[in-house]
């Protein structure tokens, strides 16, 4: 007992150390302190020491798609979200995670291929692949302790693999906020799965999760209370914070074809030493703070912090943190910026951004809202030494990216970065052209 005590005792020491923010549970809570000790060495064992090369396998990968699709007739102009409504004319894959996957018509008799189709920081999420398919069949969340069968609550606290499907469409109101384990796939393909009305996504201390094709709006704080969140634990959670997703000192994540709007907190937080997130094909609007990443300026294990934010499309009625940003290494290639109301890109602490092939239409109506990049709580003196590159991105309505740092970084840097360029940004709206929950139908071309 004495020696229980002594390793309790260690590491609540150990957790106290690192600087933090609410976690949602019990400081003494033992189960919790050792998982996160646990994550912290997931942090280490998941950074990329040289992340300038993963930059450089997704920008190859996404210049050999365009020239893969050159040939399709793809209107440029037309209607943005086709496959949401309806569309079932010929396969448009148009990023490379998409041409991966999603003109095979067989995607649902192979849905494990999903896993292979990951690109940038978050390439090693395989989720629940090779592990059991769960079928959600009931949309209800009424019991936090002992979730019914058949859930998606019960789905994502087992704590073998799984990939996770449904099989209808629903909505699905969440009590509370929904605990993830690690090795889990939520695969919302081939119906339409909202969660809406209530609380949102947790994936606190865990790893290897890919999340695709859900449509996460109008979250709420959940109360808090007795919440189970394995098959062999639960505990108290304190009020949740109302993201839409939160990825709370997690590794391996990735985040895929989601449709976002209208949180109480942000739409997508990574936060306290999370890394190797990719956020790609998103379609985000209607929302104040977008993306957080990094919560704290004390909290400086986010230097080990690197998310990939590809191919989203950032729409109407959006206004600031598209991400905002504090330490760590933040790519954001060929995303298309159509709305903001103060700003895009923002940051504090010193983060490296590297910006490449993005579209950025500043809004018509604000003349003081053109400048793409917000620093904040830093003088001029500190903050010009920080590394925000943007490269190959196209600037319209006065639109304006102020750059800082080494304008030399890269060429100085050739272990970290191998010159290949992102994809050209006058193709931004081909490539995001599908981005959201898309309109699977299974026997057919996604």
Known sequence: MVRKMGLLFLLIAFAYALPSISANFVDSDEYWVKRSVQAWNNTLESYEPHPAKIVSHLNLHSTRALEEIKDLELVSNSSRRHLAHGYDGPCMATNPIDRCWRCQANWADNRFRLADCGLGFGYKAKGGKGGRIYVVNDSSDGDMVNPIPGTLRHAVIQTEPLWIIFSRSMVIRLSQELIMQSDKT???????????????????????????????????????????????????????????????????????????????????????????????????????????????????????????????????????RMPRCRFGYIHVVNNDYTHWNMYAIGGSKNPIIISQGNRFIAPPDNPFAKEVTKREYSPESVWSQWIWRSEGDIFLRGAFFVQSGDATYTSKHPEKYDLIQAASATQVEIMTKFAGALGCKIGQVC
């Open 186 to 320: 939520i695969d919302g393909r081939g119906v339409r799965v909202h969660i809406t009305g209530g609380a949102g996504i947790t994936v606190q201390f865990v790893k290897n999760i890919i999340i695709h094709g859900l449509l996460i709006h109008d979250i709420v704080p959940g109360d808090g209370g007795m919440i189970r969140d394995s098959v062999d634990h639960y505990g108290f959670r304190t009020r949740s914070d109302g993201d839409g997703i939160s990825i709370y000192g997690a590794q391996d994540i990735w985040i895929d074809h989601v449709s976002m709007t209208n949180c109480s907190d942000g739409l997508i937080d990574a936060i306290m030493g999370s890394t190797g997130i990719t956020i790609s094909n998103g379609h985000f609007t209607d929302h104040n703070e977008a993306l957080l990443f990094g919560a704290s300026d004390s909290h400086t294990q986010d230097v080990k912090m690197q998310i990939t934010v590809a191919f989203n499309h950032f729409g109407k009625r959006l206004v600031q």
